[in-house]
């Protein structure tokens, strides 16, 4: 590790007002040194990483506060995982940047994404690189809020980095006198002792936090950090108009349309969705129309293509789309809604089905899609088996309609909270 980090990691603040900060990061820090113990070992490579990570980030909550602001505090700063073209999280974002236009001029929301003129184009706001620390404490100075979320932020499934750059985020936007809001985040799966801590200090600093589910409640009450449980702001989104050529194709279409949404996992190899696909054909393929949904297209269409092959060599029929063709996550739900039955694995397209009534099945990969699906009663397919039968799904008697609209009701309710804080902390 360069001298330069270390100076960063080990500078005293100025500021007494700042002395919480240090403390934490200093805490993170011998958390991290703790190299000597097996269970916080780390590979060279990654924990100098991960200390030029926590170095960039003591530099500017050292710095950034000494700085003057300039002009009035009108910016809306918001970050999450943006301009990664995965569909639940631009779908949060069109939510989300909607209820903010209610309260600011579209040119002072500043979405922090991977892909920013995609970002300014698509939802009509302003946006800045994700990664450019100098821009981001610029609009953080100016900013009368920062917006956490939502999403999935704070999970340690393959790595912690994702923890460190929004715990880190936070604690930026703290440093630059900007009031923080966690917005509907699911917390979690945290496995790692370092995760937890780095989201425990993270959390701790906002002035509001809102979180999607239960378990993410229970979690930060542990904690003993207050919290209101609200809902997934896309249980709110409305269609959008999609593009002709797809509505003239789906107007052709003869029959009922089982869409599929598939992500690549490890333990949901080729021959689990061949054995999906056999079993799926017996119960839809004589009526059904296969429509396969690349919602991370990244992710998503290796396993999808593996799917279609083996319907179409079981003589099961596809309906193959333009998807470029559509440019927003309420054009998707437009889509997803001309569905008779959907089978998901992404948490979104359970969301967007089961918001416009269209009976789901389940994949259970993650948490966060075993919740949904128990509190809609729904049936969630095993990821790894020998059986066919594991898969089978009995039409006639799957469906309640009048539990579905109940549970619906719920949800939106509960969705409907997030604008409501939104509207409390830029009002305090």
């Given amino acids: ?47 100098e990483k991960l200390a030029f990570c926590l170095g960039e980030i003591a530099w500017a909550t ?8 300039s002009g009035t505090r009108n910016k809306i700063v918001v970050s999450g995982y943006y301009g990664f073209d995965n569909l639940g999280d631009e779908a949060i974002l069109e939510v989300l940047t909607s209820e903010l236009k209610e309260f600011s001029d579209p ?15 698509r939802y009509g706001v302003d946006a800045i690189n994700r990664w450019r620390l100098t821009e981001i404490a610029a609009q953080l100075r100016q900013a009368r809020l920062f917006v956490s979320g939502g999403g999935g932020l ?66 930060l009450q542990e904690w003993r950090l207050p919290a209101h449980e609200t809902g997934d702001p896309v249980w709110l989104m409305e269609p959008s108009t999609l593009p002709p050529s797809i509505t003239e194709k789906l107007k052709a279409q003869q029959g009922k349309i089982l869409a599929l949404s598939l992500r690549k996992l490890e333990k949901f190899g080729e021959g689990q969705i061949r054995l999906l696909a056999k079993s799926l054909s017996k119960t839809f393929g004589g009526d059904y129309t296969l429509l396969a949904l690349p919602l991370q297209k ?40 001309q569905a008779d039955f959907l089978v998901g694995m992404r948490l979104h397209s359970l969301i967007m089905a089961l918001s416009q009534n269209v ?23 095993p990821l790894q088996t020998e059986k066919e039968s594991d898969y089978a799904i009995d ?23 997030n604008k409501a804080l939104l509207a409390k902390i830029l009002s305090d």
């Fill in 107 to 121: 040119q002072n929301i500043v979405v922090l994404s991977q892909d920013p003129e995609t970002t300014k184009n």
């Fill in 298 to 337: 990244n992710q998503d269409l290796e396993p999808l293509a593996v799917f279609t092959d083996e319907w179409l060599k079981l003589g099961g029929k596809d309906l193959p789309l333009d998807f470029t063709l559509i440019e927003k996550p309420s054009q998707w739900l437009a889509l997803i809604a």
């Fill in 1 to 47: 590790m360069g001298q330069h980090q270390l100076r960063c990691l080990q500078q005293p603040h100025k500021l007494d007002h700042a002395h919480r900060a240090k403390t934490e990061r200093l805490t993170l820090w011998r958390f991290c040194n703790r190299r000597e113990e097996s269970r916080y070992r780390w590979h060279i490579f990654h924990f």
């Fill in 359 to 381: 009976p789901v099945a389940g994949l259970a990969y993650d948490p966060k899609v075993t919740h949904v699906l128990e509190e809609f009663e729904a049936l969630s397919l």
């Fill in 62 to 69: 050292d710095n950034i506060t000494q700085m003057k602001v």
């Fill in 154 to 219: 704070f999970q340690d499934t393959e790595s912690v980095k994702s923890v460190i750059y929004y715990g880190g985020l936070i604690s930026l936007a703290t440093a630059c006198g900007a009031a923080t809001f966690i917005y509907a985040q699911g917390l979690g799966p945290l496995k790692t002792a370092l995760g937890k801590l780095i989201t425990r200090l993270a959390l701790a600093q906002p002035a509001l936090i809102a979180v999607r589910d239960s378990k993410s409640l229970a979690l």
């Fill in 395 to 417: 039409l006639q008697n799957y469906i309640n309609q009048s539990k579905s609209a109940n549970h619906l009701l719920r949800m939106r309710q509960a969705a409907c909270q």
